[in-house]
């Protein structure tokens, strides 16, 4: 078994390397593969079928899963966006929104729904979850900032039922990532070049 302080190591190593070369993505090349990966997205049943879509606003250059997000409302859909709670690390709550416009700004420069329109935690249910990560590897592991902002949100009853897909520039895509036992995976990665099902 992996000692915990080189285990540790290694994925502080991976994000660094990871957030480098995002950051030194252009405008350009992160709107062409947001385009890519929201077409990519809405070819899978789980998207098509969803009445909830809990969703994210990209920072440093993520996959913008605004266009997917746009896209929801206009079909439709419920959309739910993260709230990373006051004074509790790691934990997020959810808010629903009816336009992208009605956020504000929160916690680590993220856009959130305001703190009026973040639910119980029964009330809501979402059908499929847009997972951001610094990585993720051909099983579907994801590599985050550490937080466990998105472990703690997987592992809840409300979002035991959804289909989870983590977006994703192609070069986050690895073979493999050190996992931990709490570490929850994705069901779909796409890329700009690429779907990886892990779970139908």
């Not at 995002?22 to 998207?47: G, H, I, M, N």
């Not at 992208?100 to 009026?116: A, C, I, K, Y």
């Not at 979402?126 to 990585?135: E, F, Y």
């Amino acid at each position: 078994m992996q000692p915990s302080a080189a285990f540790d190591a290694d994925k502080a190593a991976l994000r660094r390397a990871m957030l480098a070369r995002r950051l030194a993505l252009s405008p350009e090349a992160v709107a062409r593969a947001s385009v890519a990966v929201a077409a990519r997205l809405w070819e899978l049943p789980a998207a098509v079928a969803a009445r909830e879509v809990l969703a994210y606003l990209p920072v440093k250059n993520e996959i913008d899963a605004a266009l997917i997000a746009r896209e929801a409302l206009a079909r439709g859909k419920r959309l739910l966006l993260p709230r990373c709670r006051p004074h509790a690390p790691g934990l997020l709550d959810i808010g629903c929104v009816a336009c992208l416009e009605d956020v504000v700004p929160g916690r680590f420069g993220l856009l959130e729904p305001r703190e009026e329109a973040c639910l119980a935690p029964d009330a809501f249910a979402p059908d499929l979850i847009l997972v951001p990560g610094l990585a993720f590897d051909l099983a579907g592991a994801r590599l985050g900032f550490g937080g466990g902002y998105y472990d703690r949100l997987l592992a809840r009853p409300a979002t035991a039922g959804a289909f989870t897909a983590g977006l994703a520039h192609d070069f986050q895509l690895v073979p493999h990532l050190p996992t931990q036992a709490w570490d929850r995976p994705v069901d779909a990665v796409l890329t700009e070049l690429r779907t990886r099902l892990v779970r139908a």
